[in-house]
């Protein structure tokens, strides 16, 4: 079924081969680096040599913290480049297209039309979920690829796990479901149970919301092997640097920092609910999976500057699709939601 899908110029590619993709260990005089060392003191990293272009050690590592076997894993620059790659893989452009479930997060669409690949639009239903029957019936041989995301970016919530099940048993298409939030829901809404049961399951996920490491710029999908192969085979060929392998292990040697971020940001999110519930001119709070609150205010725009000229910066969701006068809060700190439910309270009253 993948094969069915994947551009016939991607199938016959010759990958380039770099030197690291070759050997890895020795006197390395094979590669045109700078044998007498780097400028800046890496404390243990080699800089002044290509890192694994098969990203090995971090793969094992993410192994063993998923439960899933290495050869199910791909690493990106963030999970923007794997958004690429994949409609580089699977999309012809000017000829095939994609399926996004409005409103969504708009990377999809941008990679799409970057590769000059359409976007075929679906608005999600009035509880921002999927309604099955719509996608099905606007199908076409054309879509390659799907994209969901759970939870959903800029809504919240989860989208139907079932639903999702039956996409993946209709479609002939690649269901991507991005999972970037997922910390933030509990692993058991995540879709990882689903990957043994349908190859043309992707999903996406990412270190820069719980691990708190948007600066690396680090992401990963986890997929059936045929797909991580042809994500190896097109990438470029040292995509993922040695300091941000460095953060990576650094990361991992300290998992309980990242759940307690989340156990954090989670109880905040539920203090600011609790605030936000008090005032006036607040129309609707959004339910919530994730690391922010949507919310429907009057004048949403009026009101993000007003907040904004005060020095706290919040998302004006208001130009997608059924989010009219809506903006996005990310949980703060402490003291960083006070002094919002303050600037919007002041803003309300005016």
């Given amino acids: 079924m993948i094969q069915e899908l994947i551009r016939k110029n991607i199938k016959d590619l010759k990958p380039y081969t770099s030197a690291r993709d070759i050997y890895n260990h020795g006197i390395l005089l094979d590669a045109n680096e700078n044998s007498f060392g780097s400028v800046v003191d890496s404390s243990g990293e080699l800089l002044n040599r290509y890192p694994d272009p098969l990203q090995l050690s971090m793969r094992k590592r993410l192994s063993e913290y998923l439960g899933v076997t ?25 000829h095939d297209s994609i399926m996004i479930l409005e409103p969504t997060y708009g990377m999809y669409k941008v990679a799409a039309d970057i590769n000059d690949v359409k976007s075929n639009t679906i ?26 995301c759970s939870p959903n970016n800029p809504t919240g919530n989860l989208l139907n796990k079932e ?26 809404n995540s879709c990882i149970g689903l990957l043994n049961e349908f190859p043309n399951l992707v999903l996406l996920r990412t270190f820069s919301k719980a691990w708190g490491l948007a600066a690396i710029r680090l992401g990963y999908c986890i997929a059936d092997e045929e797909i991580i192969n042809y994500l190896f085979k097109i990438k470029a060929p040292y995509n993922i640097n040695s300091l941000t392998r460095k953060a990576f292990q650094v990361a991992f040697s300290n998992i309980s920092k990242k759940d307690g971020f989340v156990t954090s940001i989670l109880s905040e999110k539920q203090f600011l609910i609790n605030e936000l519930n008090k005032l006036n001119g607040i129309e609707k709070i959004f339910p919530s999976d994730t690391n922010y609150i949507l919310i429907r205010i009057k004048n949403a725009s009026v009101i993000q500057k007003k907040i904004a000229d005060e020095g706290i910066i919040i998302r004006d969701r208001s130009n997608q699709p059924n989010l009219e006068n809506c903006l996005r809060i990310t949980v703060g700190t402490h003291d960083q939601n006070i002094k919002l439910i303050s600037l919007l309270q002041k803003a309300l009253n005016k």
């Fill in 163 to 188: 639903s999702i099940r039956t996409l993946l048993q209709k479609i002939n298409s690649i269901i991507v479901v991005d999972e970037a939030y997922i910390d933030f829901a509990g692993e058991e």
């Fill in 123 to 148: 608005l999600l239903n009035k509880d921002f979920n999927i309604d099955t029957e719509t996608v099905i019936n606007n199908w076409n041989n054309s879509i390659k690829i799907i994209f969901l």
């Fill in 70 to 94: 290495f050869n199910k894993l791909f690493f990106g620059v963030g999970s923007d480049e794997i958004i690429d790659l994949l409609i580089r893989i699977f999309c012809v452009p000017g």
